[in-house]
């Protein structure tokens, strides 16, 4: 299934099902590495992939770059925290155009990374989407 554009979509609850997100992904769009590259949600009850801008916090709006930052254990690049100041939110992130980021399964490695989510919420960030491990 193809993802939807943010022509297509960009709200940040799935347009098919109406269901939150549960990780987010970077990919590379023809092929390219690109800095500017798009970021998907991705529906914890579908699955459904749509874009949605990468500096803006999918729960509350926030799109100040000093409010929503990103977070990663050292030396990792395949998967890393987005988390908003204002709701003190976060999503986690899969970098799909990373080495080794074409064997991720987001829906699947959010459960493999749970270390990332006790690190959030041990810092006062609370998961506001789906996540299939109930964290």
């Given at each position: 299934?193809?993802p939807l554009s943010k022509e297509e979509w960009s709200g940040?609850?799935?347009?098919?099902?109406?269901?939150?997100?549960?990780?987010?992904?970077?990919?590379?769009?023809?092929?390219?590495?690109?800095?500017?590259?798009?970021?998907?949600?991705?529906?914890?009850?579908?699955?459904?992939?749509?874009?949605?801008?990468?500096?803006?916090?999918?729960?509350?709006?926030?799109?100040?770059?000093?409010?929503?930052?990103?977070?990663?254990?050292?030396?990792?690049?395949?998967?890393?925290?987005?988390?908003?100041?204002?709701?003190?939110?976060?999503?986690?992130?899969?970098?799909?155009?990373?080495?080794?980021?074409?064997?991720?399964?987001?829906?699947?490695?959010?459960?493999?990374?749970?270390?990332?989510?006790?690190?959030?919420?041990?810092?006062?960030?609370?998961?506001?989407?789906?996540?299939?491990?109930?964290?």
């Open positions: 299934m193809k940040p609850a799935c347009p098919a099902c109406g269901g939150l997100p549960q990780v987010s992904v970077i990919r590379e769009e023809s092929g390219e590495f690109m800095a500017g590259s798009p970021r998907y949600l991705v529906c914890g009850r579908c699955a459904l992939w749509w874009s949605f801008a990468r500096a803006t916090c999918p729960w509350c709006g926030e799109d100040d770059s000093r409010r929503v930052g990103s977070f990663s254990p050292e030396g990792e690049r395949l998967v890393r925290i987005d988390a908003c100041d204002a709701c003190r939110a976060y999503v986690k992130t899969f970098d799909l155009r990373e080495p080794g980021g074409k064997d991720i399964v987001p829906l699947v490695d959010d459960v493999a990374t749970l270390t990332l989510d006790v690190w959030a919420h041990e810092k006062g960030l609370q998961r506001s989407g789906v996540s299939l491990a109930g964290v």
